[in-house]
């Protein structure tokens, strides 16, 4: 009884355009891999209407018809670019520190992602939220299968359950 009055209930949480806007971050770092591939920008309307897609479906719109090797190398060139470099033009959502200051003193929070774990840091350092509000940071490269598929939702509650199985 005592370990279940001291548990917090967890709620997971979406990263980008729920907490941070990172789209900018996210066009230039696209843009600048495909210049460095020898491939032409795509318009920032274009990307934009992909952001929420896991990682590699989007790499695969843009590069259609392209082989693997090309697409991992796009990737990964993307998000080189993004820790490096455009991770400065993240900005927080309006109130969003408050929110999350207040959250985290009632519950346990996760963070979820289509993007890399290392990606997600990034990102928080960019839009300077504090990494110590999320108990748990789920990421692309965490999982199977990124969102839209459960596997991030089912990871963090199969966590949030070893915390009290002590």
């Known amino acids: 009884n005592i370990l279940l009055k001291e ?3 967890l709620i997971c949480l979406d990263m980008d355009n729920t907490l941070v806007y ?3 971050a996210h066009v230039l770092a696209y843009n600048e891999a495909l210049v460095k591939l020898d491939f032409k920008k795509k318009s920032k ?3 934009k209407k992909l ?3 896991p990682h590699y479906q989007i790499a695969r719109i843009i590069l259609p018809r392209t082989k693997n090797k090309i697409i991992n190398k796009f990737l990964e060139i993307h998000d080189k670019i993004l820790l490096k470099k455009t991770y400065k033009f ?3 959502i309006s109130g969003v520190k408050k929110v999350l200051s207040k959250l985290n003193k009632k519950y346990d929070l996760a963070l979820l992602s289509n993007c890399s774990h290392e990606t997600m840091l990034a990102t928080l350092k960019g839009a300077r939220i504090n990494k110590k509000y999320f ?3 789920i990421g692309n490269d965490d999982v199977k299968h990124s969102k839209p598929y459960p596997d991030e939702i089912l990871k963090a509650e199969k966590l949030e359950y070893r915390k009290a199985d002590f």
């Open 7 to 9: 548990m917090k209930k």
């Open 90 to 92: 993240i900005k927080p």
């Open 51 to 53: 952001f929420g897609m």
């Open 22 to 24: 990172s789209d900018k």
């Open 45 to 47: 309307e274009f990307l």
């Open 135 to 137: 108990r748990i940071l």
